[in-house]
């Protein structure tokens, strides 16, 4: 069994752990960890991945017997941190190394007892920032800091939280004597080498890459809708021995919807998603994992990272899903022990059809959506000048250039340096002495000291303010503010207002707005709440393996579909392919009932951004679109406007840079719609211009540009 490892954590993996052998990913991944690399370990869902990076860890860790916090482990979610510390207690506590939880749920007396014994934190990006940038946590702790481990890192590296992360392991190694070993796990990455790249930003340790070549079987079944009843199809495959099965849904309305239908149709099914409150949602995960009997859970993505719900027969999709990688992630729950996935799609209506070519083609090419991590991110930069100003009291010259290490300023010119910094300076958030020496300055005591403030500073995604359901002291969930007023509303012109959360029905008792409650008794129900998003997007390796399964005119065989389904995939294939040309680009002629002309391009949504603004620029005023298309409003030819794109996707990166700023600072709303697309809360950090630059930069696709440039 031995990779190398020590006699002691080789006799308790055999005789505690009771494994008779690693699995392959183990096997491959052990002995590099201990060799000193960076990693990113690739590996399926249930591979032993987590295990993976943490035993040859342990045995580093009894080597050199250093004290501290030896190990930081990050996690996006609060749920999987919650089960991670769990699981490595298992393995660690054995050894007398104590492992604990760092979020926002956990409590101040278990965070003291956390900082001083432990020698593993278990935690997320924006607690590592609040703990950096708190007086109260005693920096020497780091001192013999060693790893960084990130969980799920297709996760972060699609968000600013993943960038947060990437900057903060700069400012960990600025604590320790040791060079930090940064090790990834993911079961999706596209663009695996852009990510690695992304993650060891400064570090100078060799890096590699560690992948699963073992696949598991997989049966996909998918129907239309027209032809099955959810429930009576539920029956069906739990006769057929699928005693646990989980249902993904794209919305926590439907989880709330159609829980409802199958309890009323004799299939019980609990409810999870990111409303329910969590001791709720943890009591759907203990029951389902400990109960041998027959059970469905009903979800939204909360349940399709590595939460440890035990094993899943059979997963459920009451839609396709708008990415290959989510749709993978998700089937990776089913089938742990056979190593054999089963999962069924319904396919619903034309456009879930058309994700269904995708899905199938990017399937068969075994391939998932590449992700692009953001290198010029001027806002971050300043976020983190006045977090890293408050850890150290003055910002020194080899400290600054240790955090610019980090990806997400690797663009970042001197130009660009000097306005964060006065801009900073300007708001009250930098001092600059008369020595030119950089200190916090009096804006920046104020939003990490008070409470409040700091909370919204360290979390960089922008967080809606919700209502708690409270039923007797126990809180249910929690209601967006629009439907709350709904819910007033109906009580002051009906006399009574009620819902469904959580499977239940509620009655309104009263509305607290000072303290944001909503009291409610059991009632009686199938009214669904109404919770607002920004909705799913079609990426731009999705949308092209749609084209690729048009273009190919067969439906990929990678999944099993009725003879009725095939037949309308063969239809929409049919009817597409005149969408789509030998060139990237389609150009339709001019409709004259429309009034106006169709560039089908298959960008995705972003691209066709992207595409809509360069015509923006050219002064076309009237263009929609959507992932697969551009319709300009107005009597030219669909030539003209091709070339106008091309006239601009064959400059240079900066100029097109440069002209899109310019764009975005005079078309406030275009700089609004870019923001919630970016996704982060940084805006009040740094100017309009280094801002609009950075959404620029967010926007712009060399793919596209060379699509056009070749049509």
């Known amino acids: 069994m031995s990779k190398n490892l020590d006699g002691k954590v080789e006799n308790f993996v055999k005789n505690d752990l009771r494994w008779l052998s690693f699995t392959e990913v183990q096997k491959k991944a052990i002995p590099k960890i201990l060799e000193g690399n960076n990693v990113l370990i690739e ?81 997320t990006p924006e607690s590592m920032e609040g703990m950096l940038s708190s007086k109260n946590v005693p920096k020497e702790r780091f001192n013999n800091l060693r790893f960084v481990v990130a969980d799920e890192v297709h996760n972060f590296a699609a968000s600013p939280r993943g960038s947060q992360m990437v900057c903060l ?29 992304w993650f060891i930003g400064g570090s100078e340790l060799p890096s590699i890459i560690v992948s699963n070549s073992k696949q598991r079987t997989k049966s996909i079944h998918v129907v239309h809708e027209d032809e099955v009843e959810i429930a009576k ?31 009323n149709n004799g299939v019980h099914a609990l409810t999870h998603h990111s409303s329910i409150s969590k001791e ?46 989510s749709f993978v992630q998700k089937i990776g729950r089913a089938g742990r022990k056979s190593s054999h ?34 290198d010029y991110y001027p806002q971050l930069l300043a976020h983190q000048l ?12 080899e400290e600054l250039a240790q955090l610019l290490k980090a990806r997400p300023f690797k663009r970042i010119e001197k130009e660009d340096f000097k306005a964060v910094i006065d801009y900073l300076v300007e708001k009250g958030f930098l001092y600059r002495n008369p ?29 809606s303010v919700e209502y708690q359901v409270v039923h007797r002291g126990t809180e249910i969930g929690t209601l967006q503010p629009i439907f709350v007023q709904v819910l007033k509303q109906e009580r002051e012109s009906k006399g009574e207002a009620i819902f469904n959360l959580s499977n239940h029905g509620w009655k309104v008792c009263r509305i607290d707005d000072s303290k944001m409650k909503v009291i409610v008794e059991e009632a009686r129900s199938t009214r669904i709440p109404d919770w607002m998003s920004l909705g799913a997007r079609i990426e731009y390796d999705f949308a092209q393996a749609i084209r690729k399964a048009i273009i190919s005119r067969k439906i990929p065989e990678t999944v099993i579909c009725s003879r009725s389904l095939k037949e309308q995939l063969q239809h929409i294939i049919d009817q597409e392919s005149e969408t789509i040309s030998k060139k990237p680009v389609r150009c339709c002629e001019y409709d ?40 300009i409003k107005g009597k030219k030819e669909p030539e003209y406007y091709l070339e106008l794109l091309k006239e601009l996707a064959s400059k240079s990166r900066e100029e097109l840079s440069r002209l899109i700023t310019m764009h975005i600072l005079d078309n406030p709303k275009t700089m609004k719609y870019l923001y919630n697309q970016l996704g982060d809360s940084l805006k009040d950090y740094a100017d309009e211009h280094v801002i609009a630059k950075s959404q620029a930069e967010f926007i712009i696709d060399e793919r596209v540009c060379q699509n056009i440039v070749e049509s």
């Open 435 to 463: 020595g030119g020496e950089l200190l916090p300055g009096d804006k920046t005591n104020e939003v990490i000291e008070i409470g409040a403030k700091k909370m919204g500073f360290v979390v960089l995604f922008p967080g």
């Open 280 to 325: 709720l949602r943890e009591h759907v995960e203990n029951r389902f994992k400990a109960k041998r009997k027959t059970m469905v859970i009903i979800a939204t993505s909360t349940l399709e990272m590595g939460i440890d719900i035990g094993d899943i027969d059979l997963v459920l999709f009451l839609d396709v899903p708008y990415t290959n990688a």
């Open 169 to 197: 392991f700069e400012r960990l190694q600025l604590y320790t004597e040791y060079k930090i070993q940064r090790i990834a796990m993911s079961a999706t990455v596209g663009s695996i080498q852009e990510i690695l790249d």
């Open 592 to 631: 004259p009932k429309k009034k106006g002309t169709t560039l089908y391009t298959y960008f995705g949504d972003l691209g066709n951004l992207f595409a809509s603004i360069l015509l923006n620029i050219k002064g076309v005023k009237s263009v929609k679109r959507d992932w697969r298309m551009l319709f």
């Open 386 to 397: 006045i977090s890293f100003s408050y850890e150290r009291g003055k910002l020194k010259k």
């Open 341 to 374: 996935t089963k999962a069924w799609v319904i396919a619903r209506d034309y456009n879930s059809q058309m994700r269904l070519l995708g899905v199938s083609q990017m399937l068969e090419d075994d391939i998932v959506e590449g992700i692009f991590p953001l």
């Open 233 to 263: 199809l539920l029956k069906h495959l739990q006769k057929k021995g699928n005693r646990k099965i989980i249902i993904f849904t794209d919305s926590r309305k439907n989880v709330e919807k159609y829980s409802r239908i199958l309890n």
């Open 43 to 123: 590996s399926g869902t249930a591979s032993g991945k987590t295990e993976a990076a943490m035993i040859p860890i342990l045995d580093l860790m009894l080597k050199d017997k250093a004290q501290g916090i030896r190990c930081i482990y990050f996690a996006p979610l609060k749920a999987l941190i919650n089960d991670i510390t769990n699981r490595l207690m298992d393995i660690f506590k054995p050894f007398g190394f104590d492992v604990a939880r760092w979020h926002g749920e956990v409590s101040l007396t278990d965070k003291k007892l956390a900082i001083s014994k432990a020698s593993i934190l278990v935690t």
